[in-house]
Antibody, heavy 116, light 112 residues
Framework: EVQLVESGGGLVQPGGSLRLSCAAS????????MNWVRQAPGKGLEWISY????????FYVDSVKGRFTISRDDAKNSLYLQMNSLRAEDTAVYYC?????????WGQGTLVTVSS | DIVMTQTPLSSPVTLGQPASISCRSS???????????LSWLQQRPGQPPRLLIY???NRFSGVPDRFSGSGAGTDFTLKISRVEAEDVGVYYC?????????FGGGTKVEIK
């Protein structure tokens, strides 16, 4: 069974940093591209970053470019999102999603709250 | 960026009756490889999103056949042939033809 489990969320002050993790199991993690998607409280879904299976291709939404960094460790079956210079508008539940024919498997999400 | 517009915002439906959701993209979603990367996701209350349909009309594994997708180019539709109580939630279309990936604003399906 495919499982994705996010962790690392929490309360952080504006300007602070957090590192999110996504632990994958039940499939060959190294063979799949991955996405991070977030959802602000009561709002819709927003894609924020993509990493290919080889880490050779990476994309970000403009609003996080230069502040967020996506990475993966295939030996640890893990996906990461390093978030720096956090703003109030980054407050959201962050999901990791496996990309195959589409974003076919999602984790339960981890809540990031940016507030003083 | 490709803008995805969903209608309606809300769809109150009687149990057992059909429901239909429309999604329009600001430009064609036909990729240079010939595929159209339009998918539909369901988000039940308090749950993460779940893939229902990929590449316009392909039902994902385990998705009931009352869900169907259709369309081409810039206009797409998700249909639920007979709404059941477990179908309550928000439905999103999503395009993966071009980065940044973008979602529609969501359509809330609720029972009358």
């Amino acid at each position: 069974e495919v499982q994705l489990v996010e962790s690392g969320g929490g309360l952080v002050q504006p300007g602070g940093s957090l590192r999110l993790s996504c632990a994958a199991s039940g499939f060959t993690f190294s063979s799949y591209s991955m996405n991070w998607v977030r959802q602000a409280p009561g709002k819709g879904l927003e894609w924020i970053s993509y990493i290919s299976s080889s880490s050779s291709t990476i994309f970000y939404v403009d609003s996080v470019k230069g502040r967020f960094t996506i990475s993966r460790d295939d030996a640890k079956n893990s996906l990461y999102l390093q978030m720096n210079s956090l703003r109030a508008e980054d407050t959201a539940v962050y999901y990791c999603a496996r990309e195959s024919v589409a974003s076919d498997s999602w984790g339960q999400g981890t809540l990031v709250t940016v507030s003083s | 960026d490709i803008v995805m517009t969903q209608t309606p915002l809300s769809s109150p439906v009687t149990l057992g009756q059909p429901a239909s959701i429309s999604c329009r993209s600001s430009q064609s979603l036909v990729h240079s490889d010939g595929n159209t990367y339009l998918s539909w996701l369901q988000q039940r209350p308090g749950q993460p999103p779940r893939l229902l349909i990929y590449q316009i009309s392909n039902r994902f594994s385990g998705v009931p056949d009352r869900f169907s997708g259709s369309g081409a180019g810039t206009d797409f539709t998700l249909k639920i042939s007979r709404v059941e109580a477990e179908d309550v939630g928000v439905y999103y279309c999503m395009q993966a033809t071009q980065f940044p990936l973008t979602f529609g604003g969501g359509t809330k399906v609720e029972i009358k």
